[in-house]
T-cell receptor, first 113, second 112 residues
Framework: SQTIHQWPATLVQPVGSPLSLECTVEGTSNPNLYWYRQAAGRGLQLLFYSVGIGQISSEVPQNLSASRPQDRQFILSSKKLLLSDSGFYLC????????????FGSGTRLTVV | GENVEQHPSTLSVQEGDSAVIKCTYSDSASNYFPWYKQELGKGPQLIIDIRSNVGEKKDQRIAVTLNKTAKHFSLHITETQPEDSAVYFCAARYSSASKIIFGSGTRLSIRP
């Protein structure tokens, strides 16, 4: 069966520090991968998605970047965090070329102080 | 452009009563409509989905209906229980897209 792992679960970082959040998927190949951010009490904002290794689509201009160094690994990064980067970050995967929904990871709660 | 609208934003129902959440979508080429439930501090979980060749789908106490002509789809929860309290998101996938567009969410509270 397929599983998605996301870590860390919580993170407190000072303003100006770097960020690296990692997401990995097991049990499937060539998945579509997604990073979402959710502000407190708000909806899901799509940040990046990837349909293959090295292929990254950015949905909103911001202080973050994403990379996909391996087929089942998706990384969200920042060189210098801002207070506004605080939020709940969710990774998700979906089978490509098929009508399936996303499977979400358990999320990372990031607090920038 | 692509858009999914969801109503209401908050919903409070008495335990045992039914709850209905409604969504509309803008692109008539949409062909897949999932619903997600998000409990506090957790990632959203897929609870039911429907494809455009079907008008209704049921799974125990939850059902989803789709009206392609009106571009509406709805989630129905019957005999609500306290564990149904959560935020629910509707979504639509456009046939040519790699991404799913989410509604803004409905916070459902079940009153004992």
């Amino acid at each position: 069966s397929q599983t998605i792992h996301q870590w860390p679960a919580t993170l407190v970082q000072p303003v100006g520090s770097p960020l690296s959040l990692e997401c990995t998927v097991e049990g499937t190949s060539n998945p579509n991968l997604y990073w979402y951010r959710q502000a407190a009490g708000r909806g899901l904002q799509l940040l990046f998605y990837s349909v293959g290794i090295g292929q990254i689509s950015s949905e909103v201009p911001q202080n973050l970047s994403a990379s996909r160094p391996q087929d089942r690994q998706f990384i969200l990064s920042s060189k210098k965090l801002l207070l506004s980067d605080s939020g709940f970050y969710l990774c998700a995967w979906r089978r490509g070329r098929a009508n399936y929904g996303y499977t979400f990871g358990s999320g990372t709660r990031l607090t920038v102080v | 452009g692509e858009n999914v609208e969801q109503h209401p934003s908050t919903l409070s129902v008495q335990e045992g009563d039914s709850a209905v959440i409604k969504c509309t979508y803008s692109d008539s080429a949409s062909n897949y409509f999932p619903w997600y439930k998000q409990e506090l501090g957790k990632g959203p979980q897929l609870i039911i989905d429907i494809r455009s060749n079907v008008g209704e789908k049921k799974d125990q106490r939850i059902a989803v209906t789709l009206n392609k002509t009106a571009k509406h789809f709805s989630l129905h929860i019957t005999e609500t229980q306290p564990e149904d309290s959560a935020v629910y998101f509707c979504a639509a996938r456009y046939s040519s897209a790699s991404k799913i567009i989410f509604g803004s969410g409905t916070r459902l509270s079940i009153r004992p």
